[in-house]
Nanobody, 124 residues
């Protein structure tokens, strides 16, 4: 059974930064394409970023605009999302997701495993 556990969320002022982490257990982390998604209050889940399981390739949603960076440490079975220049619109629950896949995945329905989410609140 694969388990994903996010951490690092919290309250931050607009313009600030946060680094989220997603710890993965259960199977070989390096087999998984990984992604970050978010869900703001009253909205659907939206794609944020994805990273290839081994070659470092990444892809971001347009709204990221260079502010976020997805990365992974396969030796530590951990996925990261460094977020900078946060705005009020970034307030959401952030989820990590995993699928055994040799590529990048941007659609939530393509992922097989999900974490429980970590809440990010950006204040003015």
């Amino acid at each position: 059974q694969v388990q994903l556990v996010e951490s690092g969320g919290g309250l931050v002022q607009a313009g600030g930064s946060l680094k989220l982490a997603c710890s993965v257990s259960g199977r070989t982390f390096s087999s998984y394409a990984m992604g970050w998604f978010r869900q703001a209050p009253g909205k659907g889940r939206e794609f944020v970023a994805t990273i290839h399981r081994s070659n470092g390739a990444t892809y971001y949603a347009d709204f990221v605009e260079g502010r976020f960076a997805i990365s992974r440490d396969n030796a530590k079975n951990t996925l990261y999302l460094q977020m900078t220049h946060l705005t009020l619109e970034d307030t959401a629950i952030y989820y990590c997701a995993a699928k055994i896949w040799d590529g990048l995945l941007t659609r939530a329905q393509n992922y097989d495993y999900w974490g429980q989410g970590t809440e990010v609140t950006v204040s003015s």
